[in-house]
């Protein structure tokens, strides 16, 4: 991120601080409860956005080196992805060019070459058919023209897009616009993955998405968690297309005012989302990385899985620990008595942070409100002007199905919403 960018962020959380005022989205707008519960809606959103877009998949470090591999089944079309010798990033249709059967049954692994279960076809990781046992009695068959069918891929800023549709076109940096740069100057390339968590909750996929869109339940769900991290009741919010940036101030953010602005850090200050259409937010520091793709469930748009990544700046080789600095691991991460001086927070604690809050706080409260919608006793929900996230968020996907926006509250009127 450009320091310019970082300047500007902390400094608009720092007057939202200094004048205890959140951010202001000017409106308050009403959110059909159906918005969660209709299954005509989860159609259209399953085909919309989940079949005929680019979906990440993971970050470059899911694919560490030649060889490796990981199998993605979340939107429809069942994704080996490769990295081959050559160090490109490929995509396949996990399906034997035979009879369909998946080629590649494991989630992620090593491998140069994949081979059939049923029949022993096998191929290589950039998708060749190298052989087939007694073509004698199967028959001549041309190689060429029965390799494993290829998927539009790109790696790009550390991030791995792939195109559920073959036929379809491609281009990452067109679809992420202005904010293109700034991913890219993140690093995330370098990244080494740390850890993967699967999340199955009775709550629709938006209104997970919905967790990571306001400060203000900071301090009232989270006062023994994210509570002793960060400060709540402030945001900073910049939309690029369908996609966003929203952040939030560390307790350490104070800190800034007695420094020169170009010693201003974002990491030491400021936890930063990016919100990539449809369903991905990613939580970007200088040292860590975890993303979160958030996918409908075949039951139906009550439930939703959450699958979440965290990435880790590799240390250097010639590192070494700073005795003054007091090292926090996943059992001590929320003590504050031990954030006098200088901390370092260790993987585990980092993933601490994340998982515990989202599945055993975010989530928790994301089922109680999936809960209330499906029993239709209440019509509609209301974001605040408090939770401008959330308002692009869900204007995003109504545009993008030729919905209408959503409906601006006006004082003293009472709605039923559809």
């Not at 945001?235 to 010693?263: C, L, N, Q, Y």
């Not at 008595?337 to 601490?352: D, W």
Request: glycine share 8%; charged share 25%; aromatic share 10%.
């Amino acid at each position: 991120m450009q320091h310019e960018t970082q300047v500007r962020v902390i400094s608009e959380l720092l007057r939202q601080l200094e004048v205890d005022r959140n951010i202001d989205a000017g409106r308050q707008l009403r959110v059909p409860a159906s918005a969660y519960t209709c299954q005509d809606l989860a159609a259209e959103e399953w085909q919309a956005f989940f079949r005929s877009r680019p979906q990440v998949i993971g970050l470059s470090g899911d694919l560490p080196g030649p060889g490796s591999f990981v199998t993605v089944d979340d939107f429809g079309v069942n994704v080996l992805a490769t990295r081959a010798e050559d160090g490109k990033f490929r995509a396949f249709v996990n399906a034997c060019r035979h009879r369909g059967v998946q080629v590649a049954q494991e989630p992620h692994g090593d491998a140069t070459r994949f081979q059939c279960p049923f029949h022993h076809w096998t191929y290589s990781n950039r998708g060749e058919l190298l052989g087939l046992p007694r073509t004698k009695d199967f028959g001549d068959i041309d190689r060429a023209c029965h390799s494993l069918i290829p998927l539009p891929a790109e790696e790009f800023a550390g991030l791995l897009w792939v195109h559920p549709k073959a036929d379809a076109t491609l281009d990452v940096q067109a679809e992420l616009g202005e904010l293109g740069p700034e991913l890219q100057s993140w690093g995330m390339d370098k990244l080494e993955l740390g850890g993967r968590k699967m999340i199955d909750k009775a709550l629709n996929w938006k209104l997970a998405n919905d967790t990571f869109g306001e400060t203000y339940h900071f301090k009232r769900l989270h006062p023994e968690t994210l509570g002793r991290l960060l400060i709540g009741d402030a945001t900073s919010h910049e939309v690029f297309g369908r996609h966003h940036r929203f952040a939030f101030p560390f307790r350490t953010i104070g800190e800034m005012r007695d420094k020169p602005e170009s010693e201003w850090r974002i990491g030491r200050a400021v936890s930063v989302f990016y919100y990539l259409f449809p369903n991905v937010q990613m939580n970007v520091g200088p040292r860590h990385v975890t993303l979160v793709r958030i996918y409908p469930h075949p039951e139906g748009p009550g439930r939703s899985v959450s699958r979440i990544s965290h990435y880790f700046r590799p240390t250097p080789a010639d590192f070494v620990a700073d005795p003054d600095r007091q090292v926090l691991d996943a059992n001590n991460v929320y003590d504050t008595t031990l954030r006098k001086g200088r901390v370092q927070l260790s993987p585990a604690a980092s993933m601490e942070v994340f998982d515990s809050t989202v599945e055993q706080e975010d989530y928790v409260m994301g089922e109680s409100i999936q809960a209330v919608a499906e029993s239709g006793s209440m019509p509609e929900f209301i974001f605040g002007r408090n939770e401008a996230p959330l308002h692009h968020f869900h204007n995003t996907f109504r545009r993008e199905l030729g919905l209408p926006p959503l409906e601006v509250v006006r004082e003293g009127r009472s709605t039923t919403a559809r």
